[in-house]
């Protein structure tokens, strides 16, 4: 299930380039002159490894369940 970056929440567990992480923290910025807020998405998979993304808040990330 996809879900828009800006609804994710902490503690949820999304897919990234195949691999399942846990989004530790989120932050949405203001609009920029492209028109779109982005947000800055901290996740860590299981065995501690960290990745941070920034994405426009509509792209759709996809959820595990």
Request: net charge positive; with cysteine; aromatic share 4%.
């Amino acid at each position: 299930m996809k879900k828009p970056a800006k609804e994710l929440k902490k503690g949820e567990k999304i897919k990234i380039a195949g691999k399942a992480y846990a989004v530790r923290e989120i932050e949405l910025s203001d609009i920029g002159k492209h028109g779109k807020r982005k947000c800055r998405i901290v996740a860590e998979s299981e065995n501690k490894e960290k990745i941070v993304i920034i994405r426009p808040e509509d792209y759709p990330i996809e959820k595990i369940d």
